[in-house]
Structure formats: C-alpha cells, structure tokens
C-alpha cells in the first residue's frame, strides 16, 4: 500500500458521510488516513458544503493528522487513492420516491432495492458507476473500490463484468445481525458466529453460536426477529420458519409476506408518505444540525436515517484490507464456486476471510433446499437487469421484471416499466430512442 493512504468517497455530500468520518477517526492508529477527498455532483454541492464543514471540524477536534477536501472534480479525488468508498444515489431521493410510489400503483411492492424499484434503481446506477471506474483504471488502477451504493450486489457484478476495477459490495445489514445477537445473548460480538448465505437483501443466516454452541434453535420462536427502520417489521410465522431451519433477513419479508408487506406500505404512504418522503423530512432535519458551527461529532439523530452500523462496515473492510487481517466478514462477492447453483461470475453475500489480496469466500456449510429456488430466480433476474443497464435495452428488462418472483403479471410489469423509464429518462440516457 502506498504511505499517503488517500480515501475518495464518491457521494460525499450523503447525510450518511459523519458516520463514515467518525469511523475513520475511531480507526485511525490501524487506518492511517492522511487524506479524504469528499466528492459530489453540482446539484449536491450545497449539501457536499454542509457535510464537508462539519466532517473538517470532526477531525480538527480529533488532532489527527488527517485534512479533508471537498471537490466537484472527480478525477482529482481518484488520483492516487487507495480506498474509493461509493454511496451515491443517482437522481437523489426524488428518484426513490418515484421508485416506492409507481410500483404500488400497479399492486407491487414498491422499495428503493428489492423489486421493480431496486431494478429502477440499477437501471440509473450501473452506468455511472462504470464511467467511475473508466477514471479508476485511469488514476488509481490498484485502489479498491468499496460499494455501498445500492442494490450493492447488482452494482458490484456489474463492476466485476465490465471493469478492471477491484470491486468488493457491503451492506450495514449483516453487522446489524451481530449487534442484535450480541444485545440478544448479553455477549461480545467477538464470541458469536453467524453464517450467511445469499444475495445482497436477500440472505439467510444458518448457522448461530456463542463460543461454538450453537443458537439457532432459539432464535426460531422469535415472532419479530432484527429488522430495520427502512422495513416495515411484520411477524414472522414461527411455523414456516422451525420448517425453513434459517434466520430470514428482514428483506425477505417482502417474498414470504407479500400481501401484508404491500398492504403495510399502502397504508404507510397514505399516512406519512413513503419511506422515501421520511428519509427526506429526517435529513432536512439533520442537514439543519450540521450546519451549527458547533457541532464537531456526528449527531445521534443519524441513527433514525437507516443504514446504521455503514461506517463499520466500511471502516471494518478498509482496516482488513490494509492490514492484512483475515478475519471473517460478510461481503458481496463474485461466487466461483461458493454456490453451485449459481454462475460463477454472479455476485453473492457470503462470508469471507478477508486478506490484503482481496476477500476469500468461506464454503458455505447449509443451503436449505427450499431457498435455493429463491435465490436463482432472484438472481437470474439481477443478472437480466444488469444486461439491461449496461446495454440500455427494453426488452431485458421486461424479461427482468417478467422473472421477478414479486411481479405479479408480465402485462402489469410492461405498463409499470413503461410508465417508471418514462419517468426517470433524464437518468437513463441509454434507453433514449434511437
């Protein structure tokens, strides 16, 4: 690794960038970060200011030998880095919105990553993160590139296909798991074990143990289970999952609780708006918090946004990688053979010892039979939609929405696909008419 450990984080003027800061700052004597470059778009320099003031002043209170820049300049940021951390949201919470209420038009589940949404949200995301990494090739060939822009697993299969770029997914999900089971048993995080196995938002957990007993048994006649702010919390039926023999992420309530899911996010929408609508109240509240010149600490109201626990999954990958650590986390990576059933080169959340070559997927010691199913029509239609967007063509992604398990008709899916890429054409350049 070079001595000048520079970070650009692409998307910098995210409510989510003091999470990250304070991350580096906690980390900073096993992650020597001399320099973050915090880079956005012209319709985000507002914030990019605020974020940026704030993010200056945490790391003068923290004395460290660290300066932070803020820069339209992409290309700047990039050249010689060693660590680019994305979270960017191309067409900004406005795009959400579209994503979460077009859907329930139509009597689908209408969220930013899993369904017609999430393919949205691909769509609008694949190119742009491509045309990052042409820079990448360019100005920092051997730097990581470490996504966290969603749907994290399609983004970073794409990136593995068509890029040079050494590319690695992460989730807040998985390190939420672990603070819920710690919380759970009254342990240390470091005594428990978790096996994952899956797709980005659409995993299972297989195996749990506390000092090698194992837990999951327990955890079966837990009627709620970990979830999250950004997932409407539905019981989950204690006979299905005994049955199932695995711990659901909270995101597969959305396949094995459709109707309650949709009807909960109607009501919801009617009530306060969508999810989207009040992840845009909370961050014009803390957007109103950064900009107190007193402020030098990320504020606990970060907490209602979602994505809690990012930066340590962030700062956790950046500290392995760099220190050459080998210990276990839970990322987003190419299968190889992890999952025989799946094509090698397809994107999977597995856990992986992580070496300073890269992470390495651990074998994955249970796959229930009936999930399997799950997963390979969830990723044939990933796989699709990823086609779709690199090439800009229709027909793959009615093909893709076609196959999603959550799509109810192939007719309501072309009349939704028709109205979504109508709406959302100033970010779809690739699917302009001839």
């Not at 692409?10 to 096993?30: C, F, K, M, R, V």
């Not at 880079?39 to 945490?58: F, N, T, Y």
């Amino acid at each position: 690794m070079s001595e000048l450990l520079k970070i650009a984080v692409i998307g910098g003027g995210s409510s989510y960038t003091p999470e990250l800061i304070e991350g580096i700052i906690l980390n900073h004597a096993q992650l020597p970060v001399s320099e973050i470059w915090l880079v956005d778009i012209p319709a985000g320099q507002h914030k990019l200011e605020i974020v940026g003031s704030l993010a200056k002043r945490m790391v003068e209170k923290s004395g460290l030998p660290m300066t932070v820049h803020l820069t339209m300049n992409r290309r700047e940021a990039l050249e010689g880095a060693v660590f680019v951390s994305t979270q960017m949201r191309v067409g900004l919470l406005e795009a959400r919105i579209w994503d979460e209420t077009i859907p329930l038009k139509y009597g689908v589940i209408g969220q930013e990553t899993t369904g017609p949404g999430g393919m949205m949200k691909a769509l609008r995301t694949i190119p742009v993160l491509l045309d990052i990494c042409k820079d990448m090739e360019e100005l920092c060939p051997e730097a990581w590139l470490l996504n966290f822009t969603n749907p994290a697993g399609m983004v970073t299969e794409a990136i593995n296909k068509y890029s040079k770029i050494k590319s690695i997914g992460l989730c807040n999900s998985p390190t939420g798991v672990y603070k819920w089971l710690s919380a759970l048993f009254e342990v240390p995080v470091e005594r428990i074990y978790a096996e994952f196995v899956g797709l980005n938002h659409l995993n299972w957990v297989t195996k749990v143990s506390v000092d090698g007993d194992s837990k999951l048994e327990k955890l079966f006649d837990l009627k709620e289970g970990y979830s999250a702010k950004n997932v409407p919390q539905s019981e989950w039926n204690a006979d299905f999952i005994h049955g199932l023999g695995a711990i659901p992420s909270y995101y597969l309530k959305y396949f094995y609780l459709t109707q309650e899911m949709l009807q909960d996010q109607i009501a919801s929408s009617k009530k306060e708006g969508t999810r989207a609508e009040v992840v845009k109240r909370l961050e014009d509240e803390l957007f109103e918090l950064y900009q107190d010149p007193n402020l030098a600490e990320k504020p606990k109201q970060l907490e209602k946004r979602g994505g809690t626990y990012y930066s340590e999954a962030a700062v956790n990958l950046m500290k392995s990688l760099y220190n050459d650590s080998r210990d276990i986390q839970t990322l987003n990576v190419a299968n190889g053979h992890t999952l025989d059933f799946l094509p090698q080169d397809a994107c999977i959340e597995v856990n992986c010892v992580v070496t300073k070559q890269g992470p390495i997927p651990l074998p994955v010691s249970y796959v229930p039979v009936s999930v399997k199913g799950l997963i390979h029509a969830v990723k044939t239609y990933e796989q699709l939609a990823i086609e779709a967007a690199v090439h800009g063509d229709r027909s793959l992604a009615l093909q893709a929405l076609g196959h999603h398990p959550l799509i109810p008709s192939v007719n309501i899916a072309e009349r939704m696909l028709k109205e979504m890429l109508e709406q959302n054409k100033a970010f779809l350049p690739q699917f302009a008419e001839a």
